[in-house]
């Protein structure tokens, strides 16, 4: 541990083939061709020659021959049983390698005990979780009783199964009593994701919380492809990092495949990498060989890695995607359909086995902007861990977002965490039967831990629910020093639940519950800045029509987030942006939340009478006259603010008789958009309704597309667009396409989120002469900047002109700071129609006009 706080530790290379190069025999794998791990038994001769070789280059630690001396591999060969013998006797042959060379010439020499990922994917339901814990926890206590000084767990691309294997290593370290490192290495393909979808941000959000001790890459790339992923682990993660590429992408020779980086160019890289991120641990993986290792160790030896200064980003991860708890501009929207005791439709369809149902409401959660979705499955009579272990199971693949966990059942929250692979949130702890050892806080709180799981916490506890504002926050008070103190959890990994009651059921002492709420949230955040906070918010509006609890949930809501709440539990696309409502109607609903009752006005029974008889649909038609009895040009702009489609292409049409297409674009439906982004910005709209405004803009732009102007020139030239990673604001950047496209150039337009490498692979694919990227976030800019230094890094900043634009970026950062960086063109367009001069004239340069 000292070491890798203190300074680069070089591990070994490749070791498959360097076995394969000595030409085992078939007794020497006991007739199990091609099982490794049984040489370490039988030829440690062969094993321990192979740590030797490098040994001698100088590397600092060599990895045991252990690779698939787990359940899943040894499986295949029928020896599931022999994961502890195989695990032990390879741990061995490399300690006395290490020892041997230790008593040399002094210098430490460790054993990095390898714990593979198998050959099965839990997410995908090739083997239970359990069993594959299980095994790895055999694993590592063969290899530390080998006498390994670390267990690294490596090339993994199933957040689960890594999951698995860093549950049953730490699991085997606490049976032996012992407290050794423990490593994880995740494997990033070539589309920039590990295999079944992960980006970067979801392995770090999902892993560091299992207390791990390093993170970092290994296989499937050479370094070129790393930089990226570890760019973002250097900026995220507060744990050490390592990387151990291959040499380089495979090429298919006539003698078959070979690795093309050279010793020099992996030692080129990794030094690069040493100096520009931090790393504490490098060597290499596929295709490297002793002497790669002898160039790297020469070269980084002596290194003193920067400090780094990470900004971590608290939050949850889906398979696929890290989702932070703090939303810029909006609350973390969870969504609470999927719940058995909230949705009658979720309810049936889980009562009676439709599954596939099941995950369509999780789905339309997602359309509608939902940040994390609530999964309940709790209900009288039913085997809750069956039902959570099905329906967790589907949401694991099918869910882009986060889940929360939520059960009153710990064993249902269990099944629930074994079958996730990304970082789940726990819904919830209490007191309410105290935190003694057998309590359900404890249990509960203990699971959070070990699997690294965020915690909603409510503020009840043995007296019962929290109502006023001091107690609420004496209660939170007790559990944010508990589960930080006693359970190692994160104060900004607690999501506090200050609890919310009905205000409308005209009983005298629920008329203060509304304040006491916001209060509480208020108070919490002054003293806690980092806690979250969250609210099952619908309880609020109890007992009222459904169109009246739209507004009060709505109005509430947003009292509740300028108090400082993070997050509610809601029906996302039933909290309306109060813009949309009367003035009479807010007026009366703030009045009922605040308690401003007067002499002869009750503003409960106001409410009830203003909503009399009024349905969601009866409100809508309301609006719907309101909206044709505006000008052509006032409506066109209003059906973008308020993301009305019905009736959109008739009046476009009829826009289209006196204006040109690209006019109605830019001169209406922007302008709406304007509107729209100011909305958003001061906190007036929520996300679900920006959706729908870009729903609507959308499909104004594919309507009027066929309608505008087209240039018969065609080949003028090859721009590859996209917009930038984690960034899904797109409707910008497909006006360029059309507009750019209409003007004869061929746009390549490869969609959102793009990480630098998939740009990078289309501009070489399609030969492009131009890479424009888009970008709406401030994070968004400095990706833009790190993909510039990406490109000067792999030597193509002289190839590739980049045009950048995007609502984030300004003039000044483009042309002044991006200038300086990068070692090509790079410019600034404000607009589409900037977009294509620019075009125009980096091609006639390029064309040599
Ligand atoms: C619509 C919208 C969304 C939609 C996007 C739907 C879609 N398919 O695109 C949804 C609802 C999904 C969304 C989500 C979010 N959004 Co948003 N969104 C907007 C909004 C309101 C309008 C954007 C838009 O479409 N404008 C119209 C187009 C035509 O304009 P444009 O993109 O700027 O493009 C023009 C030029 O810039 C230029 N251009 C753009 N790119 C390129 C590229 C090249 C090569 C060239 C030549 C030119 C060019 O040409 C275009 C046409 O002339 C903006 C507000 C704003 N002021 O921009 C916020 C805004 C961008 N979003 C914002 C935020 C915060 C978010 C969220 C993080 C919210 C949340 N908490 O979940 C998420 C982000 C999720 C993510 N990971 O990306 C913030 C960003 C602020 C910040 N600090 O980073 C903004 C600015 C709102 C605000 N005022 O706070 N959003």
Known sequence: REALATRVVVADGAMGTMLQAQDPSLDDFQQLEGCNEILNVTRPDIVRSVHEAYFSVGVD????????????ALAEYDIPERVHELSEAGARVAREAADEFTAGDGRPRWVLGSMGPGTKLPTLGHAPYITLRDAYQRNAEGLVAGGADALLVETTQDLLQTKAAVLGARRGLDVLGVDLPVIVSVTVETTGT????????????????????????????GPAEMSEHLRYLARNARIPLSC????????????????????????????????????????????TTPEHLRQVVERVRGVTPPERDPRPEPGAASLYQAVPFRQDTSYLAIGERTNANGSKKFREAMLEGRWDDCVETAREQIREGAHMLDLCVDYVGRDGV???EELAGRFATASTLPIVLDST????????????????????????DG??????????????????????????????????PEKKVEIAERLIGDLTGNWGIRESDILIDTLTFTICTGQEESRGDGIATIEAIRELKRRHPDVQTTLGLSNISFGLNPAARILLNSVFLDECVKAGLDSAIVHASKILPIARFDEEQVTTALDLVYDRRREGYDPLQKLMQLFEGATAKSLKAGKAEELAALPLEERLKRRIVDGEKNGLEADLDS???????????????????????????????????????????????????PHMEKSDSEGKGTIVLATVRGDVHDIGKNLVDIILSNNGYNVVNLGIKQPVSAILEAAEEHRADVIGMSGLLVKSTVIMKENLQELNQRGLAARFPVILGGAALTRAYVEQDLHEIYEGEVRYARDAFEGLHLMDALIAVKRGV
């Open 244 to 287: 151990m590429p291959n040499a380089g992408l495979p090429v298919l020779g006539k003698d078959g495949a070979h690795y093309p980086l050279t010793a020099p160019e992996l030692a080129d890289a990794q030094e690069i990498f040493v100096r520009e991120y931090g790393l504490s641990l490098v060597g290499g993986c596929c295709g």
């Open 409 to 432: 059942e710990v064993e249902v929250i269990r099944a629930g965490l074994e079958k996730l692979g990304g970082r789940a949130v726990i819904n919830s702890v209490n007191y309410e």
């Open 194 to 221: 590990m295999l079944l979808g992960s980006e970067i941000g979801a392995a770090l959000t999902a892993l560091e919380p299992l207390g791990i001790d390093m993170i970092g890459l290994n296989c499937a790339t």
């Open 655 to 705: 826009a289209l008789v006196d204006r040109p297409a690209l006019d109605i674009v830019n001169e209406t439906l922007l302008d709406g958009m304007k509107v729209v982004g100011e909305l958003f910005g001061s906190g007036q709209m929520q996300l679900p309704f920006v959706l729908q405004s870009a729903e609507v803009m959308k499909s104004a732009v594919a309507h009027l597309e």
């Open 386 to 388: 069956a039902d959570m």
């Open 435 to 468: 935190d003694g050892p057998d309590s359900r806080f404890a249990r509960v709180s203990g699971l959070a831990r070990e699997h690294g799981a965020a915690l909603i916490a409510l503020t009840i506890d043995e007296e019962g629910q929290a109502r006023t």
């Open 61 to 72: 630690c060599v990895e045991t021959n252990t690779f698939g001396a787990n359940h899943s």
